[in-house]
């Protein structure tokens, strides 16, 4: 039993990490022979706050897909969540604090939201999201037009851009988010209940998983990992940002992370290591291009195609494995 | 019992709809009522045919995407590709008169050949339709940017612009019938007789049970890849109508999958397929776009707008799963 529920967090980790070797090897070679220099500190640096960003909306978005549910108001989580940072901080850093615990709060109480309309009023995830997702664009939109509020300066210099070494602090927090997801995952009964109702929400009815709560929990943890994500990048801005979400894209990129990372779509199977994998790996793909001065549409073409093959390769793998 | 249920004979079938559509006729109606009251002229065949043209193109998209979406499956990618569209257009005609049929021809092709790619990648390579349709709107809208180094090029035609902004003028009754409707009440017929049809009955078994369809001799993957190709040449009607009606910019599309997506499921369409019709899809588009209608008569700030679109579907959504579980 529990050496069942331990297999599926584990073993899609690989075949990601093989590709990101592959991928950076590639890359440093191809940058290399470009005249450029892939794995120096500024694109370094760059690439692990590319993956900060994304992989806190990410590890969060890998929870409510292995429980078979989805999150499409991530972008716009984010978005409110810089500007709630930045609006209470007002520039001081006396307010950090409770300026913090203000947006992780209004993040999570979207994501309560949004858990109960999937659990409660059985909507489709893909609609309960969008759904809320719109809700919280047309205040976004009603109420802001451009920039406003001011980060702490405390925030920018440390969240923002304080690093040790070429590693900046917003990536620690990366691993330790998803240090504590995997943890969550593997090791707590949470996790395993999460896991087994995304496999078979009637199987795990059956045997005494209150799958409504785990789910809501699920949706809570997104949203707040999305709240986090937007309290980073509004210390990278230093000011709160009513389109940051939604201009970078969060909410779809964010799923294909997961998806590329070996999260099965329809839920049950993956775990957070395999995403932190797909963020870096599409971290790392951007990084590269930017080296190599590539047109920043043409990206938007590659991305696109990876994505795609990227998961092709998984179905393959799966098809195969089912035929042996 | 289940068993019964779960294999409604064409007949059965047809009645079923017509009950699922009451909720949504109710609301067309109140909705209808609501702008009545505040915009009495609106009711006037004029103004209404004209929304009627102006609704098109997403009844249209709302269609195509039906099409998949009873199959089991999505399409992300619509919304880019009628941007891309539009753009191609444009550019390749380049104002000049003379090659409006060609171009439309190349649309209408092209359309088709990107439903058939994303079906091909889905069914073939097992990619989660999801996945290959946001890499597919990955891949048009950064395609359609670099084609045209970031700023749409040339121009349409008024021959190419007339489908959607002119009007057989002075019919009898009707007064102005806008030819977009014309092609949305052709291209609805053509769609309703295909649900009817052997392909119609097909795809709806497939998208409820793929498995159950395949072992009865269903082609599965062709007839969702045939979904796809559909959903794609919808978008590319859509496309000529939406680059008549407002021009050409690279926001054309932007936003209209999600919009056909919401149209679909509150025509009381079940995502992950087998349930629902073309009729209630097509009635959810033409609702959601009354509702704007109303929206705006009754002055609510555009900016506020997603907030009250996303309040209805959560309610529309909440209320007919109500419905059907407590059924």
């Known amino acids: 039993m529990s050496l069942l529920s331990l297999r599926p967090a584990r073993r899609p980790v690989p075949g990601v990490f093989v590709a990101l070797t592959i991928t950076l090897a590639l890359g440093w070679l191809i940058v290399m022979i470009d005249g450029g220099q892939l794995f120096n500190q500024s694109t370094t640096v760059s690439l692990l706050h590319v993956a900060a960003g994304l992989g806190l909306v990410a590890v969060g978005q890998t929870l409510v897909i292995l429980g078979g549910s989805l999150d499409l108001s991530v972008a716009y989580v984010i978005s409110l969540s810089t500007l709630v940072a930045a609006e209470t901080m007002n520039g001081s850093d006396g307010a950090l604090l409770p300026a913090v615990a203000l947006a992780l709060t209004v993040s999570a109480a979207v994501g309560l939201l949004n858990g109960l309309l999937v659990t409660r009023l059985r909507i489709n995830a893909f609609i309960a999201t969008l759904g809320v997702g719109l809700l919280l664009k047309g205040y976004l939109d009603n109420g802001y037009d451009g920039p406003a509020g001011s980060t702490s300066p405390g925030l920018v210099q440390s969240l923002g851009y304080q690093r040790i070494g070429p590693v900046p602090l917003s990536f620690l927090l990366l691993l330790a988010v998803t240090g504590a997801c995997w943890f969550a995952l593997a090791r707590t009964r949470f996790g395993h209940h999460l896991v087994a109702v995304g496999g078979d929400p009637e199987v795990a009815r059956l045997s005494g998983v209150r799958n409504d709560r785990v789910l809501v929990i699920a949706h809570v943890l997104c949203s707040l990992c999305a709240g986090l994500a937007g309290i980073y990048l509004a210390s990278r801005l230093g000011s709160g940002a009513p389109r940051v979400g939604t201009e970078g894209l969060y909410d779809l990129e964010s799923i294909a992370a997961v998806v590329i990372g070996g999260t099965a779509l329809a839920g049950g199977r993956g775990g957070v290591l395999g995403t932190l994998g797909g963020v870096l790996l599409l971290a790392s793909i951007d990084a590269i291009f930017n080296q190599l001065e590539v047109d920043a549409f043409f990206k938007q073409v590659i991305r696109g195609a990876i994505i795609i093959a990227a998961v092709a390769v998984y179905a393959r793998r799966a098809m195969r494995k089912a035929a042996v | ?327």
């Open chain 2, 1 to 327: 019992m289940q068993l019964v249920k779960r294999r409604p004979l064409p007949p059965q079938l047809t009645r079923v709809r017509a009950g699922g559509l009451l909720p949504l006729l109710a609301i067309l109606a109140v909705l209808l009522v609501l702008v009545a009251v505040r915009q009495p002229d609106f009711l006037a065949p004029a103004s209404l045919m004209s929304f009627l043209g102006r609704s098109a193109p997403i009844i249209l998209l709302a269609a195509g995407q039906y099409f998949v979406i009873v199959s089991g499956e999505f399409d992300l990618s619509v919304g880019s590709l009628v941007t891309a569209q539009v753009v191609v257009a444009a550019r390749l005609i380049d104002s000049d008169p003379s090659r409006t049929w060609p171009v439309v021809l190349v649309l209408l092709a092209g359309g088709v050949l990107v439903g058939l790619v994303n079906g091909l990648i889905t069914t073939r390579l097992r990619v989660p339709s999801f996945i290959t349709t946001l890499g597919m709107f990955l891949i048009l809208v950064g395609a359609v940017y670099l084609w045209s180094n970031g700023a749409p090029k040339g121009g349409l035609s008024e021959e190419f612009r007339r489908f959607g902004r002119r009007a057989f003028e002075d019919v009898p009754v009707f007064g102005r019938v806008p030819y977009a409707l014309v092609v949305l009440l052709v291209l609805a017929t053509l769609a309703v007789l295909l649900m009817r049809s052997d392909f119609g009955r097909i795809l709806v078994a497939v998208g409820d049970n793929a498995r159950t369809a395949e072992l009865s001799g269903a082609r599965v993957r062709r007839t969702r890849t045939i979904a796809f190709m559909l959903s794609g040449l919808a978008a590319a009607v859509a496309a000529i109508l939406i680059g008549g009606y407002s021009g050409v910019s690279f926001q054309a599309g932007a936003g209209l999958e999600f919009g056909a997506i919401t149209a679909v499921v509150l025509g009381g369409v079940a995502l992950g397929g087998g349930r629902g019709s073309v009729v209630g899809a097509m009635l959810g588009a033409l609702t959601l776009e009354l509702l704007f209608t109303l929206m705006n008569f009754y002055g609510v700030s555009g900016a506020l707008r997603p907030t009250v679109q996303g309040a209805i579907i959560l309610f529309a959504v909440a209320v007919s799963s109500r419905r059907s579980t407590s059924r």
